[in-house]
């Protein structure tokens, strides 16, 4: 018994350490970007945040406005997005314009859901939109 759980301990070590290794890319942004771009990340969690709130109050409208104005295709001009672009590799901001574009999809899905009474394909799209959150932070890193 001792042994296994002695054994088990080694491993989870191990395994711990293999998922600690950073494999992300660096991306050098002007300091002043990177600290816009991490303050439109908190307002991104605060919005998904949001969604789920007004998603579990029936509040289907309110859900599809935040994610429209905030994360969607309508947040790019307050997002600086295309400006911030320049300095990203392609392959992220693409992950940037691919969660705007699940974002608008869900904006659609959640005023459906006020229509058709469903939730299912309202949080299937929104796990879409979490989707590229994933997809680029095990990919890339700003400091
Ligand atoms: C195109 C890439 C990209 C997408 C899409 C993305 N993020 Fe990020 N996010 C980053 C990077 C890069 C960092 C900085 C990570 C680092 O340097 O360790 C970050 C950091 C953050 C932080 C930490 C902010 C801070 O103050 O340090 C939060 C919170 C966050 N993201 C939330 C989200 C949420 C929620 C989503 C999806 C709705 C999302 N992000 C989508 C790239 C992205």
Do not use: W
Not at 72 to 83: D, N, P, R, V, Y
Not at 98 to 123: C, N, T, Y
């Amino acid at each position: 018994m001792t042994i296994k759980i002695t054994t088990f301990s080694i491993l989870l070590f191990f395994s711990a350490n293999l998922f600690a290794a950073d494999n992300r890319i660096k991306v050098e942004l002007p300091s002043h970007m990177r600290d816009h771009m991490l303050s439109n990340m908190r307002d991104h969690l605060l919005a998904l945040q949001e969604i789920t709130r007004y998603l579990s109050d029936s509040e289907y409208e309110k859900a599809a406005d935040v994610a429209e104005q905030r994360l969607g295709m309508s947040s790019l001009e307050s997002h600086g997005a295309s400006h911030m672009g320049k300095f990203m590799p392609k392959e992220m901001g693409a992950i940037g314009t691919s969660m705007h574009q699940a974002a608008s999809r869900f904006a659609i899905s959640a005023r459906d859901a006020e229509l058709d009474g469903g939730l299912h394909k309202a949080f299937s799209a929104l796990s879409e939109v979490m989707q590229q959150c994933v997809a680029c932070h095990s990919g890339y890193r700003v400091h």
